[in-house]
């Protein structure tokens, strides 16, 4: 059995950069069989399937993304991935700052109201253009091509995607979301890096944990233990960009050590913290 960046599989790798400009980070990767379990980023993600079938569920919907194809995802949307056939898949992807992307973006409009969210109109699409305009952007921020080649690449990218987005304003609280449901999400993020209990969110919300876990799953997607963990996840991610070391950020977020931390960042990623820690933090 071979290693190829911190993971112990016979055919899957993975290879990660960062751009140090942009904090972009590219993602070219390969799996077979099971890819990765349900999660969610911060980041929009940005790719192209590469070679094989691709197979992820994603807003209620299971689609399937073959070579030339392009895959958009917002952040916080839950996805998984699989590859139904033999041989694999390998895509391209690139996680871009909602912060850098959406002011960049709005460079494009004329005017867009500040309470207004980037939004993509598709999960999947066949713009070949599209296409194109991300593989030649991921190369130059892969290969680390000079400055003015990588910003003239990621110029045409957005370009291009400017027919794929459109502006939605920022929802207020949905009234028909259950409140419960809403008032334990509160508190998860409130109570990120604490040892928190399904008795500590019936205490909150006054209902008990079986009429809670069935609202909180019916608005986001997840039971409460696993919005915690996706949540304690994202988070590492972070940390570990800006430079806190695997063990620290697993005392910090809760996980009972790094091990721990490193089987559930595994599942979602696969990668090791240490493997991300360490292709996050590149040298300027």
């Known amino acids: 059995m071979r290693q190829q960046n911190g993971i112990d599989l016979q055919q899957d790798w993975i290879d990660l950069q960062q751009d140090t400009d942009t904090g972009i980070e590219t993602i070219q ?15 929009y993600l940005v790719g192209v399937t590469r070679q094989g079938v691709q197979q992820f569920h994603c807003r209620r919907s299971r689609h399937q993304s073959t070579p030339g194809k392009v895959f958009l995802l917002e952040p916080g949307e839950i996805h998984d991935g699989e590859a139904p056939a033999r041989g694999g898949f390998t895509y391209s992807t690139l996680y871009l700052d909602p912060a850098w992307l959406d002011g960049a973006m709005r460079a494009q409009f004329d005017e867009t109201p500040s309470h207004y969210l ?12 599209l296409s194109r305009a991300i593989a030649h952007a991921f190369a130059a921020l892969h290969d680390r091509d000079p400055l003015i080649v990588r910003q003239a690449a990621l ?8 027919a794929h987005v ?23 993020h ?5 040892e928190v209990s399904l008795d500590d969110l019936t205490r909150v ?14 608005a986001y ?19 570990l960009a800006q430079g806190v070391p695997p063990a620290r ?32 933090n590149l040298p300027d």
């Open 205 to 218: 919300t006054g209902v008990d944990r079986f009429r809670l876990t069935r609202a909180f799953k019916a």
């Open 29 to 43: 990767a390969h799996f077979e069989g099971h890819a990765y379990d349900p999660h969610w980023h911060d980041s």
């Open 190 to 194: 409130a109570h990120l890096g604490d």
């Open 249 to 280: 950020t697993a005392a910090d977020l809760g996980f009972a050590d790094q091990s721990h931390l490193g089987r559930w960042f595994r599942r979602a990623y696969r990668l090791t913290p240490a493997r991300y820690f360490h292709c996050t």
């Open 155 to 162: 110029d045409a990218l957005l370009a291009r995607l400017t």
């Open 166 to 188: 459109y502006w939605r304003q920022r929802p207020a609280a949905d009234p028909r979301q259950p409140v419960v449901a809403r008032q334990a999400r509160d508190y998860l």
């Open 221 to 239: 997607g997840l039971a409460p233990h696993a919005y915690l963990i996706q949540l304690r996840l994202a988070r590492a991610r972070v940390l």
């Open 118 to 129: 980037l939004t993509f109109g598709n999960t999947l699409t066949s713009d070949v253009v």
